[in-house]
Nanobody, 128 residues
Framework: QGHLVESGGGSAQAGGSLRLSCTAS????????VAWFRQVPGKEREGVAA????????YYVDSVKGRFTISRSSTDDSFFLQLNSLKAEDTAVYYC?????WGKGDCFSASVGAFDNWGRGTQVTVSS
């Protein structure tokens, strides 16, 4: 049974940066689609960014475009989320997720139900 583990969360000032990492282990094949979601108490989990395949074909929710960058390692099944120009409203628990099936539309749907595997989350807190 594979699993995902996030790291790199923490606290930052508004305007600052953080880098989140997700390490995958125990999977037979690299996932064709990996993504980051976030959730604040009382709200639904929101898809933030996703990357399809093994290049730079990526999706971003409008609120993070130009500030966040998703990427994946070319040597193992790790993937990352670079968070720049942080805002207080970026405060949330961030989750990494992956799909075992191909399909760009589902990958970029930002839908929780489209993803099979989830990490446990890492807290990001941005103070203004």
């Amino acid at each position: 049974q594979g699993h995902l583990v996030e790291s790199g969360g923490g606290s930052a000032q508004a305007g600052g940066s953080l880098r989140l990492s997700c390490t995958a282990s125990g999977y037979t094949y690299a996932s064709p689609c990996v993504a980051w979601f976030r959730q604040v108490p009382g709200k639904e989990r929101e898809g933030v960014a996703a990357i399809y395949g093994f290049g730079d074909d990526a999706y971003y929710v409008d609120s993070v475009k130009g500030r966040f960058t998703i990427s994946r390692s070319s040597t193992d099944d790790s993937f990352f989320l670079q968070l720049n120009s942080l805002k207080a409203e970026d405060t949330a628990v961030y989750y990494c997720a992956s799909r075992t099936s191909w399909g760009k539309g589902d990958c970029f749907s930002a839908s929780v139900g489209a993803f099979d595997n989830w990490g446990r989350g890492t807290q990001v807190t941005v103070s203004s």
